[in-house]
T-cell receptor
Framework: AQTVTQSQPEMSVQEAETVTLSCTYDTSESDYYLFWYKQPPSRQMILVIRQEAYKQQNATENRFSVNFQKAAKSFSLKISDSQLGDAAMYFC?????????????FGKGTKLSVKP | ETGVTQSPTHLIKTRGQQVTLRCSSQSGHNTVSWYQQALGQGPQFIFQYYREEENGRGNFPPRFSGLQFPNYSSELNVNALELDDSALYLCATGAGVYEQYFGPGTRLTVT
C-alpha cells in the first residue's frame, strides 16, 4: 500500500523566517508526481508546488521550494520569508500515472502557524 | 479561484438517508476525483471518473457511487448514510494527475 508520512503534526515559524516541512512516502511506481497542497481554514485545497519524479532538479515557486530525494523517498517543502497568509494545513501527496489517471494519496498534514 | 464549484456548502442528513453532492468544473477538465476528509485527517480518495466512466476507486463501499456528465459536472451519491460518513467531501478536476484543482468542499453531517 502506498503511504505518506508527515512527521510534524504542528510547526511554528516567525514572520519573515524560513521553515521546512518534511514528508516521506512509499511507492512502488517509477513515474509519479509529488504535490504540496495548502488548506487554510476556508477549506479550499490550494496547490502550492509540484514535482515530476523523473526530474532531478528541485521545483521552485516564488517563496516555495522543495528538496526531492527520490532514493530516500523524501519530499520536503521549504517556505522562505514566511508570511501571515502562509498559516494553514499543509499536505504532501504523491500522484501516480497509469490507468487510473492518478489519484492523490495524502498525508495527515502539518499545521503551520506564523507568528507576527 | 480554481474554477471548481461544489454544492451545497453544508448539509445535514439523518442516518439511513441518501445524499447527492455536486461538483462543476471548467471546460476541458475531463477527470474528476472525489475525496473524503474526516476532521483532522488528510483527504482519502473515493473514486475517479474520466470521460464519464469510473476510472479508479479507493477503499470505499459500493454505497458510494458517482456520475460524470458531458458538461464537466459530476455527482457523488451516498446511500444508507452512516454516522462515520460525516466529513468534508472534496472534488478535484483537471486534465490529468499532474493538474488537479480542488473545489471548496461540502461539509456533510450525519445525525
Amino acid at each position: 500500500a502506498q503511504t505518506v508520512t508527515q512527521s510534524q503534526p504542528e510547526m511554528s515559524v516567525q514572520e519573515a523566517e524560513t521553515v521546512t516541512l518534511s514528508c516521506t512516502y512509499d511507492t512502488s511506481e517509477s513515474d509519479y508526481y509529488l504535490f504540496w497542497y495548502k488548506q487554510p481554514p476556508s477549506r479550499q485545497m490550494i496547490l502550492v508546488i509540484r514535482q515530476e519524479a523523473y526530474k532531478q532538479q528541485n521545483a521552485t515557486e516564488n517563496r516555495f521550494s522543495v528538496n526531492f530525494q527520490k532514493a530516500a523517498k523524501s519530499f520536503s517543502l521549504k517556505i522562505s520569508d514566511s508570511q501571515l497568509g502562509d498559516a494553514a494545513m499543509y499536505f504532501c501527496a504523491p500522484g501516480h500515472y497509469g490507468g487510473s489517471q492518478g489519484n492523490l494519496i495524502f498525508g495527515k498534514g502539518t499545521k503551520l502557524s506564523v507568528k507576527p | 479561484e480554481t474554477g471548481v464549484t461544489q454544492s451545497p456548502t453544508h448539509l445535514i442528513k439523518t442516518r439511513g438517508q441518501q445524499v447527492t453532492l455536486r461538483c462543476s468544473s471548467q471546460s476541458g477538465h475531463n477527470t474528476v476525483s472525489w475525496y473524503q476528509q474526516a476532521l483532522g485527517q488528510g483527504p482519502q480518495f473515493i473514486f475517479q471518473y474520466y470521460r464519464e466512466e469510473e476510472n479508479g476507486r479507493g477503499n470505499f463501499p459500493p454505497r458510494f457511487s458517482g456520475l460524470q456528465f458531458p458538461n464537466y459536472s459530476s455527482e457523488l451519491n451516498v446511500n444508507a448514510l452512516e454516522l462515520d460518513d460525516s466529513a468534508l467531501y472534496l472534488c478535484a478536476t483537471g486534465a490529468g494527475v499532474y493538474e488537479q484543482y480542488f473545489g471548496p468542499g461540502t461539509r456533510l453531517t450525519v445525525t
